[in-house]
């Protein structure tokens, strides 16, 4: 197999020295070669936006760190016709490393990459902490591109880019760390990823035959927007023996098909032996008129310290502008099982499913719990809609125990604490078919 040292093309690896140039020029020659191994072996190596390439390799040793650049200009929009970057989520067509309408690509090894993150937020005042409890940073708001201009500030995390109160949207830092466009035969395994840049570490859309193992995504749970796998629109994907912890949701499955042109479906996603801590959603299936998702499992989860288990929230949006990654179609979620799952330590419902008004929705149907142990200070939610029910809903041998916060020692928690939120019953409210075998809810 081809290996290429990015030394021996210039690289320096000193953590001051731009290499992007040179991490570039390694893959584009083994590319060109029939495709191979691209190595970072012990050094620091500084770089903007690389692009992976068929057949490619990136393999970061264990004394290897690829660290992201803290100028904004080395990471310049995606420019392509390959897919529509006009719905690109958060407005944001940035990233650190880019792939698209690739086969047989990896990002293997010990090593990490590390995206300077703390360099793109800035700490919170009191009082967006106490309207945001689990969060300590927002991002840095950066000078909004030439002639752009702010919507009404009456609408608030809706609306076109630019937006003027979500610091997220005018960001020019990277919005993705790693985004997987149309890709086939992907494989990340082994490398770590830290310190994210209020960003989401991996969006994987409309790919097939995607592979993550043994992976670990360590981002900070007090920065916003900080999510790990991002799994849309695609097909054939396992998720296996990573340890995931972010701000955000660790893992989202979704048919946002906008960005890819068709109305494309996902499915056949396998999620197993995995650790999740965020302060958003563990795992998430659908946002706002998402298409078909079906067909997934998860399974052997230790889940612990985040605001929500299992989510399938389908949120509400009565605003006539859309938000960046709302989508066109009715959501349709079906054939769905969690099961071997331990929640620790949640700070508001282990599993939550809610269909909002002004949300497009066919159906969320056949959704089966087995073996969920749960220590929460919330109870599980399952709340359809007067005109499109949850459907066939099944607990299996589950144990749902109330929390207080007092009892979740974290600074996050004794925020929340003094919100006063009420620790809630068990809701089940327009569900068809709801079965409950063996479970218990043990309530305050």
């Not at 990459?113 to 927002?138: F, L, N, R, W």
């Not at 997987?180 to 830290?194: A, P």
């Not at 310190?195 to 920065?223: E, K």
């Not at 998720?239 to 068709?262: E, F, H």
């Amino acid at each position: 197999m081809l290996n290429c040292d990015v030394r021996a093309y210039g690289a320096v690896g000193d953590g001051v020295t731009k290499d992007t140039a040179a991490v570039q020029a390694a893959i584009d020659d083994c590319s060109a070669h029939g495709g191979g191994r691209v190595t970072l072996a012990e050094g620091r190596f500084l770089c903007g936006r690389i692009d992976l390439k068929s057949g490619v390799e990136l393999h970061l040793e264990r004394d290897a760190v690829l660290l992201g650049s803290t100028d904004v200009d080395d990471f310049p929009e995606v420019v392509t016709d390959f897919w529509n970057t006009e719905y690109a989520p958060r407005f944001n067509k940035r990233c650190f490393i880019y792939a698209e309408n690739c086969e047989d690509i990896a990002i293997t090894g010990r090593g990490a990459i590390d995206c300077q993150g703390h360099s793109y937020v800035v700490p919170m005042t009191e009082e967006e902490i106490a309207a945001k409890p689990t969060m300590s940073y927002t991002r840095k708001p950066f000078p909004l591109p030439e002639g752009s201009e702010p919507i009404s500030e009456e609408v608030t995390m809706i609306g076109i880019y630019p937006h003027p109160l979500d610091p997220r949207s005018t960001s020019l830092a990277p919005a993705r760390v790693v985004m997987l466009m149309g890709c086939t035969n992907v494989l990340v395994e082994d490398v770590t990823m830290r310190n994210q840049p209020a960003g989401w570490s991996y969006w994987v859309c409309g790919c097939t035959n995607v592979h993550f193992h043994r992976a670990q995504i360590l981002a900070a749970v007090d920065m916003p927007n900080n999510d790990g796998i991002h799994i849309n629109c695609c097909r054939n994907v396992t998720v296996s023996d990573c340890n995931i912890t972010c701000g955000d949701d660790c893992i989202a499955v979704r048919a946002y098909s906008a960005p890819l042109g068709k109305n494309t479906v996902c499915e056949k996603v396998a999620v197993t032996n995995c650790n999740l801590t965020s302060h958003t959603c563990a795992v998430r299936v659908g946002w706002i008129n998402d298409g078909v998702m079906r067909d997934c499992t998860f399974s052997n989860l230790n889940i612990t310290e985040s605001r929500t288990g299992l989510c399938m929230y389908l949120p509400s949006n009565p605003a006539k502008a859309r938000m960046s990654d709302q989508g066109f179609e009715a959501t349709l979620i079906e054939n769905i099982s969690f099961s071997n799952i331990t929640i620790d330590r949640c700070y508001q419902h282990p599993i939550r499913i809610q269909i909002e008004e002004h949300n497009l929705c066919t159906a969320i149907r056949n959704i089966y719990f087995s073996g969920i142990h749960a220590f929460s200070a919330g109870m599980p939610k399952v709340s359809g809609r007067e005109d499109c029910h949850v459907q066939n809903v099944s607990f299996n041998d589950c144990h749902f125990s109330h929390l207080r916060y007092e009892d979740i020692p974290t600074k996050f928690a004794e925020r929340m604490a003094k919100q006063r939120i009420a620790l809630e019953q068990p809701v089940f409210r327009y569900v068809d078919q709801l079965h409950i075998n063996a479970s218990f809810f043990s309530v305050l």
